[in-house]
């Protein structure tokens, strides 16, 4: 691999030279977006296996004019003119490509390919036995705001799935202090249609979803064990929250409206200040006054997430809200958030912009 000045300093020097893989999705767009105004990176590579040999105009019109390269192959890469790695490829297909890369190429997977860090829950999920059990040990889950070191020591780096971060953000701090009981948990969640890919499926044709609203996965998805891990390790306990997520006829954003039992003696309020206080020095993560409750409209194409809380009528319970961008904070942002992190760069580095309105 050849060198660069860069990681550990954002001074001089050369650019990162980094390759998308899976450039002709939806998050892999969002990468090449959100990297076109990264002052520390030249993007040196795109594929896509069906549109091979195209340039990125072709399957992006808005992505035309800026010098971009063109579409090829994995098979037709040349590893050794990449310093990093963005892997936006299908579920089930990353392992085996992040495990035969070469051993100096750091890596964001945005496949759930290795979100799990037990093998074997990973197999009863997904239906086949995990295909790089040795490189999972070496794997860093990257919510960021939680695993600022794992990340930064890393060379693969997991990046949580879009419900997954929406939900994680306003529990785990409330976990951490006790101030909820891990048991009950509801977690009522709406993503954008493009949070289900690019793919052609009748599903995802506009007359299947305008003007309508449904509920998909339900009591089995597969972000369920996802969650659910992250949880347990911050209560210290196994926990199984409630799950369900739905298709809203919008492009983008996601909104997890969560329904939680507050710990004896502790208020709403005191909910909103833990978050407040947890969050008052990350650039990225915002709660709401008390009275307020935030929209997705507030954090589109941004990499922000913002956190409401409000009390419930009933007894000791409370109602969260919480909404981010399915395709930044909840895949591509998180992903350069965490190469900065990894790579000794600004955290907030070309992916600062505010949020899109209307």
């Not at 992250?230 to 329904?259: C, D, K, Q, W």
Request: charged share 20%; proline share 6%; aromatic share 6%.
């Amino acid at each position: 691999m050849a060198s660069t000045s860069i990681p550990g300093s954002t001074s001089g020097g050369s650019k990162i030279r980094v390759g998308i893989l899976g450039a002709s999705g939806y998050t892999g767009a969002e990468l090449v977006r959100m990297l076109l105004r990264h002052p520390n990176v030249e993007i040196a590579a795109l594929t896509a296996e069906r549109q091979a040999g195209k340039p990125m105009a072709e399957v992006f019109p808005h992505l035309g004019g800026y010098g971009l390269p063109d579409l090829v192959k994995i098979d037709d890469l040349k590893w050794d003119n990449l310093d990093f790695i963005f892997c936006a490829l299908p579920h089930g297909t990353t392992q085996e490509v992040i495990a035969g890369l070469p051993s100096g190429l750091k890596v964001v997977d945005l496949s759930a390919d290795f979100r799990l860090s037990d093998p074997a829950e990973y197999a009863t999920w997904y239906g086949h036995a995990h295909r790089a059990v040795d490189l999972q040990k070496e794997v860093a889950y990257g919510l960021t705001e939680f695993n600022r070191q794992g990340v930064r020591k890393a060379r693969v780096v997991a990046n949580p799935g879009c419900y997954p971060t929406c939900s994680l953000l306003p529990l785990l701090p409330l976990l951490l202090e006790n101030q909820i009981e891990p048991g009950g948990i509801i977690i009522d969640a709406k993503s954008g249609v493009s949070g289900a890919g690019r793919d052609a499926k009748q599903a995802n044709l506009f007359t299947e979803v305008s003007e309508g609203f449904n509920a998909y996965g339900v009591g089995h998805h597969r972000h369920m064990p996802e969650i659910e891990q992250e949880l347990r390790l911050a209560a210290g306990r196994p926990i199984t929250v409630s799950f369900t997520p739905h298709l809203v006829p919008m492009n983008r954003g996601m909104m997890a409206t969560i329904y939680v039992r507050m710990a004896e003696g502790v208020t709403a309020d005191d909910l909103r200040a833990t978050l407040a206080a947890r969050y008052a020095d990350e650039p990225f993560v915002g709660v709401t006054p008390a009275g307020v409750v935030p929209a997705t409209r507030h954090v589109r194409a941004s990499n922000h997430n913002l956190i409401g809380v409000v009390a419930d009528r009933a007894p000791r319970s409370a109602i969260i809200v919480s909404v981010i961008d399915n395709l930044v904070k909840g895949a591509s942002g998180q992903a350069i958030q965490n190469m900065n992190v990894m790579m000794g760069l600004g955290e907030t580095t070309g992916i600062d912009q505010a949020p899109l309105f209307p």
